[in-house]
C-alpha cells in the first residue's frame, strides 16, 4: 500500500521550490496561471498540490519530480538541485536563516520575474 503525502512537508518542499527560484507565491502563480489562493495554501501546508501544478514547476524548475515533491525521493532529482533544495527545506523547518540566492539563481529568478511580467501584461491586453 502506497503511503499518503504529508501536506505539510510537501509545503516545504513546495516554498523551497520557489525559494530556490526566486519567486514569491504571488508571482509563482502568476507565471503559473493560477490563483494565488490555490498556491498559497500548498505552500502552507493545508492542501496537497494538484498534479498539475507540479508539472508546471517542473518547467520552471527542471530537475524536480512529482516523486521528490510528495513523497521526498530525489533519486531522480540532480545532485546539486537535491542538495539545495534539501538545505532550503530543512531551513524553513527549523525556521532559519536561508542562504543567499546566488549568481545562477538570481539569472534564473530575474527570467521568471520577466517571463511572468509578459504574461500578467498579455491577460491585461
Known sequence: ??????PKEVG???RAILRKLGLS?????AELGMRRERLSNSVNGY??????????LQKLLPGITLEWVYFNNDRLVPGQ???ELAIF?????QKLELPEVGP???SERK???AKGARRSEARAA
Open 1 to 6: 500500500m502506497m503511503e499518503k503525502p504529508n
Open 12 to 14: 516545504l518542499r513546495m
Open 25 to 29: 507565491v504571488e508571482n509563482a502563480a
Open 47 to 56: 492542501v496537497l498540490p494538484r498534479y498539475e501544478t507540479v508539472y508546471a
Open 81 to 83: 538541485l537535491a542538495r
Open 89 to 93: 527545506v530543512e531551513a524553513f523547518r
Open 104 to 106: 545562477e539563481d538570481e
Open 111 to 113: 527570467k521568471a520575474q
